[in-house]
């Protein structure tokens, strides 16, 4: 009987191991499909700015409002997917933003009937960040159950290699099929994702075994809030802030390179592909560097140094070069927009697991919708503050505001005393 029971007990254990790359799969799936919208969307800024008939400021306010939705949705879906579990939330969300962007389709898409009105652009964008901030929260939760410690830094970073690869999808797609077949393919294009997405869920996640939902986590946080922890404030914050250089370029590098570059769609979609594509493969090896080294925050801090000093050269460039931009201005600059966004995009699985490693196994939902509250909270204000810098000073001011952003991100991630 022992050793039937042991056969029985390594049978489920292996089970167990190979299910967990399928929970990382979905976890995958479900952030690519949400990334294509909120990450791909900006990409076809150009379009949306003429199809739409809108100034910089209206785009702006445009953009902002998915950021602004998932601000606001975040930290709620988390709570919810500590109280109800990761399936039941990634599922509704899933589903409903599919929902939403197919209405988008439908009914606030440019088309023979004519042009839809800024605001209802802005209130369908709007409510699918609403619905769409389930996917990061519920899909992490997920992952840090079914992976143990030694492990989650590389599977959260392979979890949000899906928000660059999701938006690089995006930036090779979306502007094509603007070009050629209008928004409301754009939006059903992306509503498809979140269906599929949805099936895959459907048939595969469900909860963790218990003894390892808890492994390595901080056991004080399962009766304390991690919205009481100044530790996850901190991270979090920091995780927020040094979002702003990467929504600059994610946002607006494609208004840049066409308005001042005069660079063709070929360029600045491949420019963007470049940043999401080297993004994607940071996020990966920098999950595995750290669970070897364990040196999260230091991986962190280095981040934020190499983008401050990436986004002062590329002010610098900018206030320097020419009116007209010879080929080697534009080729440098390229050069420096990748360097930039992918320095500043190559380091959120390592936080996102820093956070939820501090928050406990409990909180995590709590915890990264705390962060990813911050992170779209400032998506929303980037998208804001853009238009008001290109007016005051140009784009000089808006590359050095995204080296002053990580500037203020670099002392933040120090350990603080008594860890």
């Excluded at 992918?342 to 490693?357: D, M, N, P, Q």
């Amino acid at each position: 009987m022992n050793t039937t029971a042991q056969a029985a007990a390594q049978g489920l254990a292996v089970r167990q191991d190979s299910h967990r790359w399928k929970i990382l799969g979905i976890g995958v799936l479900a952030n690519a499909s949400f990334s294509a919208a909120f990450a791909g969307i900006p990409v076809t800024a150009i379009f949306l700015r003429a199809d739409y008939r809108l100034d910089n400021t209206q785009l702006g306010l445009a953009l902002g409002s998915l950021g602004l939705g998932v601000a606001v949705s975040e930290l709620p879906w988390g709570v919810l997917t500590d109280r109800w579990g990761d399936r039941k939330v990634l599922l509704c969300g899933l589903i409903t933003t599919a929902l939403a962007l197919a209405a988008m389709a439908l009914f606030a898409a440019p088309g023979s009937d004519g042009v839809p009105p800024m605001w209802q652009l802005a209130l369908g964008l709007l409510t699918v960040g609403l619905l769409g901030g389930s996917v990061n929260g519920s899909s992490g939760r997920a992952v840090m159950g079914w992976f143990r410690e030694g492990e989650r830094g590389l599977a959260m970073s392979i979890r949000q290699t899906a928000v660059p690869v999701g938006g690089g999808v995006g930036a090779v797609v979306l502007p094509a099929l603007a070009a050629a077949h209008g928004f409301a393919a754009v939006y059903g294009l992306l509503a498809l994702f979140c269906l599929l997405s949805a099936g895959m869920a459907w048939l595969w996640l469900h909860e963790p075994p218990a003894a390892a939902a808890g492994a390595g986590m901080h056991a004080p946080a399962q009766t304390r809030s991690a919205l009481r922890d100044v530790k996850v404030w901190r991270v979090a914050m920091a995780i927020g802030i040094l979002c702003f250089p990467q929504v600059s370029v994610l946002t607006f590098a494609t208004i840049f390179l066409h308005d001042v570059g005069h660079a063709g769609l070929t360029l600045i979609s491949a420019t963007m592909a470049a940043i999401q594509v080297g993004a994607a493969v940071m996020r990966v090896w920098s999950g595995r560097w750290t669970d070897r080294h364990g040196n999260r925050r230091s991986y962190l801090r280095t981040c934020s140094a190499l983008s401050v000093l990436l986004f002062v050269g590329l002010g610098v460039l900018a206030a320097l070069a020419p009116h007209d931009w010879p080929q080697w201005i534009l080729a440098l600059v390229v050069l420096m927009l990748i360097a930039g966004g992918v320095c500043a995009s190559a380091w959120h699985g390592v936080a996102y697991t820093e956070l939820a490693t501090l928050a406990g196994a409990h909180q995590v939902g709590t915890a990264l919708g705390l962060g990813n509250t911050c992170v779209f909270l400032v998506f929303f204000l980037a998208a804001q503050a853009v238009p008001v810098l290109l007016a005051w000073q140009s784009w000089p001011a808006v590359w050095l505001a995204g080296a002053a952003g990580a500037l203020i991100a670099w002392p933040i991630f120090l350990k603080p005393r008594g860890r």
